[in-house]
Nanobody, 125 residues
Framework: QVQLVESGGGLVQAGGSLRLSCAASGRTFSRNAMGWFRQAPGKEREVVAAINWSGGTYYPDSVKGRFTISRDNAKNTVYLQMNSLKPEDTAVYYC???????????????????WGQGTQVTVSS
């Protein structure tokens, strides 16, 4: 059974940093695209970072230069380093993994096959 488990969320002041982790089990995702999404109350789920099997990455303008996605294939884990956090970054953050091997970056929620349970990130002003 595939599981993605996020950790590292919490409450931080504006300008602070957090590092989210997503540990996968049940299968290896070293050759799969993975991503981080967030969803604030009343808003749609949106991508904040994506990484493909070869290390290519994508960030929307809203987080570019502040967020960094990385992966440790030996640990079957993906990370999201978030710096210079803003109150508008407050949301539940989800990790996701695609099922296709050696595929492209995946930017839409519907393209992913596996999801974590989410971790709350709250940025106070």
């Amino acid at each position: 059974q595939v599981q993605l488990v996020e950790s590292g969320g919490g409450l931080v002041q504006a300008g602070g940093s957090l590092r989210l982790s997503c540990a996968a089990s049940g299968r290896t995702f070293s050759r799969n695209a993975m991503g981080w999404f967030r969803q604030a109350p009343g808003k749609e789920r949106e991508v904040v970072a994506a990484i493909n099997w070869s290390g290519g990455t994508y960030y929307p303008d809203s987080v570019k230069g502040r967020f960094t996605i990385s992966r440790d294939n030996a640990k079957n884990t993906v990370y999201l380093q978030m710096n210079s956090l803003k109150p508008e970054d407050t949301a539940v953050y989800y990790c996701a993994a695609g099922q296709t091997y050696l595929g492209p970056l995946l930017l839409r929620p519907g393209q992913y096959d596996y999801w974590g349970q989410g971790t709350q990130v709250t940025v106070s002003s």
